[in-house]
């Protein structure tokens, strides 16, 4: 597809459940970020990949969560033992170039919506 | 750390002009002013982004003050399909920071036919 995929969209775990979320971002995007959206409020930046490399992982809630982009492609957030407060719809985004090359416009999927019970 | 400050909601009437405002008091001179929105149920997208000068394109202007502390995104003709969520944020030129693409909470817009 032309846009950045997100699978699944829809993911429901038990608390204390590892979870794995997909980003399949635009082919030959160099940056690649991930956000959590709470209900009512603004993104909020989890990572950013460069690359394979991930340049920035301060907006991690904890250590339960961990990003990789192994091949500079594909992205996987894994949430491991899962807590209510995770609930959230979970964000991707892509750009071409990375940011320090040129200011440019990012792309994002429709969010995995994660809801622990 | 530079943040935007944008209100919480406005509303407008269709068909007629919308002027969303953001303050960023503290911008530097090497941040980028972007504006990004979120329609109900989709990720965010890209509307437009400035340095000094305003700037248009197909779907809004970017208004930028002087002294680069405020903007303003206008929208000349409100459709019901522009209801949604406007966030304004500065995103640094130059190597990767970690002050890059953070949204605030943005204005939430709702146009009235």
């Known amino acids: 597809g032309a846009g950045v995929s997100q699978s699944p969209r829809y993911k429901v775990a038990k608390r204390g459940q590892d979870v794995a979320l997909r980003c399949d971002p635009i082919?030959?995007?160099?940056?690649l970020f991930w956000y959590q959206q709470a209900l009512g409020q603004g993104p909020e930046f989890l990572t950013y990949f460069q690359n394979e490399a991930q340049l920035d992982k301060s907006g991690l809630p904890s250590d339960r969560f961990f990003a990789e982009r192994p091949e500079g492609s594909v992205s996987t957030l894994k949430i491991q033992r899962t807590q209510q407060e995770d609930s959230a719809v979970y964000l991707c985004?892509?750009?071409?170039?990375?940011?320090?090359?040129?200011?440019?416009?990012?792309?994002f999927g429709q969010g995995t919506r994660l809801t622990v019970v | 750390d530079a943040k935007t400050t944008q209100p919480n909601s406005m509303e407008s009437n269709e068909e007629e002009p919308v002027h969303l405002p953001c303050n960023h008091s503290?911008?530097?001179?090497?941040?980028?002013i972007h504006w990004y929105r979120q329609l109900p149920s989709q990720g965010p997208e890209y509307v437009i982004h400035g340095l000094t000068s305003n700037v248009n394109n197909r779907m809004a202007s970017l208004a930028i003050a002087e002294d680069r502390k405020s903007s303003t995104l206008i929208l000349h003709r409100a459709t019901l399909r522009d209801a949604a969520v406007y966030y304004c944020i500065l995103s640094p030129r130059g190597p990767y920071n970690n002050n890059d693409m953070r949204f605030g909470a943005g204005t939430r817009l709702t146009v009235k036919p």
């Open positions: 503290t911008i530097s001179g090497t941040d980028y």
């Open positions: 985004a892509s750009s071409f170039l990375p940011l320090d090359r040129a200011i440019t416009e990012a792309f």
């Open positions: 082919s030959g995007h160099v940056s």
